[in-house]
Structure formats: structure tokens, C-alpha cells
């Protein structure tokens, strides 16, 4: 609490001096002492928070033939989480796709993070946002975390999903790997729209769909060869036309 007060303070006491000092050099003064002042409260507090509002990360106990339960690679990266209304910077995370939730490293545990208190984060420069199921009227998709692919006056959503499946092989031994599901919404005008096909992303993205076609066609966009390249693509194009 002590450490918690007297980052307060310090914060208080710049943003008082900073109206007494209005230069362009105080101000990035100002700016570059805060983000230390917050940083050295993220090294205070990180572990702690993970400790008190998360559980230990289970893990697997089983070794899988064929791919891993994370999202692109199978080792911790460099992230960051907004949990608990605090941004949490430069930080070890997993992103488990099977159990859709986020392991946070600590010095000695891997913690599973506490769903409903974060709302956001990024690991390996992809940003996913958690969506909740009240939030959609038209389309019924869960509640879960969702990959932000394009962001703007229409944004693209991108779920992929992991379920852990045995199969037999050849040789009759029990094989353990992964069935992945992906799915994309497109949030446009505050509501959600789920991409079924090539055609539906232009219905969606009226009243552009006659551009935003030739626009593919120009580009050589092809959705069945690469889904993520076409539709960010074409996200990205609405939103420069429909300001």
C-alpha cells in the first residue's frame, strides 16, 4: 500500500508541476518520468497480481503427436495484458486455444489469468480483444477472445479454436493432436457479422461492395488460398474509403 501511495504521489506531484511548466521540453519531461514511475510499479506489483486473482496453469500431462494447445508457437512470449482495469507490460504470456484463456509466467509458477478481469492483450505483436456475449444482438458466437486482424470503422475479428482429438495409427497406438476451427466476425456500426463465405464479406461491407471488388481483383486477392491476407485486406480498403 506504502509503494502504491507513494507512486500516487509522485504522479500527482508532475502533473501539478507540469501546469506551472507548459514547454515542449517539460512536457516530454513530464511524460518520460511517468512512464518510469509506472514501470517501476508494474516490476513492484506484477507477480503479486497474478498471484491474487489467478489460479496455478494445470498444463497437459499428455505429449501430442501433432501440433501444441497454443496460439502460433509452443513457448512463452513477450507480451502485454490489461487486467483488473491495469495495463501490465512486457510480460511472459501463453495464449492456450483449447482452454481459451492466458498463462502468465512468474518467477516460479505459470498462473492461468482470471477471464472476466482482462479485457485485453498482445503477444507476439497480435492483439486480441475479449468479447462478451451480451455484446452481440444478430450473430451467436461466445463469449471468448478474439483476434483483432483490421480496426477502424468496421473491424475484423478472427477466432480460431483448438479441440484435442485421439485418433489410432497404423500401427493401433492412440495418437493425441489437434482439430483447429477458425472463424471470422466482421463488428461494423456496433454490430456483428459473421463472415460465411467470400460474398458475405462485400454484403457486409455495403455500400462499398462494387469497389471493394474491383479492389480484389486488382490486387489478386484470393479468399479459398489465404483468408487472413484477403479479408484484412479488404477491411482495411472500406476503412480508408468510408471515412
Same mark, same amino acid.
Given at each position: ?39 517501476? *510499479? ?40 490489461? *487486467? ?61 477472445? *478474439? ?54 464479406? *462485400? ?41
Amino acid at each position: 500500500m506504502n509503494k502504491i501511495f507513494s507512486i500516487v504521489f509522485i504522479i500527482i506531484f508532475f502533473s501539478t508541476l507540469s501546469h506551472a511548466q507548459n514547454s515542449n521540453k517539460d512536457s516530454i519531461l513530464l511524460k518520460a518520468a511517468i512512464e518510469n514511475t509506472l514501470q517501476v *510499479y508494474y516490476n513492484n506489483i506484477g507477480e503479486q497480481a497474478a498471484k491474487f486473482n489467478g489460479v496455478q496453469y494445470p498444463g497437459y500431462t499428455v505429449s501430442f503427436a501433432d501440433g501444441h494447445p497454443y496460439f502460433k508457437i509452443n513457448a512463452l512470449n513477450k507480451g502485454s495484458i490489461l *487486467y483488473d482495469g491495469v495495463l501490465f507490460k512486457d510480460v511472459d504470456l501463453l495464449y492456450d486455444e483449447v482452454a481459451d484463456c492466458i498463462v502468465l509466467q512468474d518467477s516460479t509458477h505459470r498462473i492461468q489469468l482470471i477471464n472476466e478481469k482482462l479485457k485485453s492483450f498482445t503477444i507476439l505483436e497480435d492483439q486480441f480483444e475479449r468479447i462478451e456475449k451480451n455484446e452481440l444482438k444478430k450473430v451467436n458466437i461466445a463469449t471468448g477472445f *478474439y483476434q483483432i486482424l483490421s480496426e477502424g470503422k468496421a473491424t475484423l475479428y478472427k477466432k480460431e479454436t483448438k479441440q484435442i482429438k485421439e485418433k489410432y495409427t497404423n500401427n493401433n497406438e492412440l495418437s493425441t493432436l489437434f482439430e483447429i476451427t477458425t472463424n471470422y466476425f466482421i463488428k461494423k456500426e456496433g454490430q456483428f457479422f459473421e463472415i460465411n463465405n467470400k460474398k458475405s464479406v *462485400y454484403t457486409i461491407l455495403e455500400p462499398y461492395s462494387k469497389e471493394l471488388n474491383q479492389f480484389a481483383k486488382k490486387e489478386k486477392l484470393n479468399y479459398n488460398r489465404d483468408k487472413d491476407f484477403m479479408l484484412t485486406s479488404l477491411v482495411s480498403h472500406y476503412n480508408k474509403i468510408a471515412q
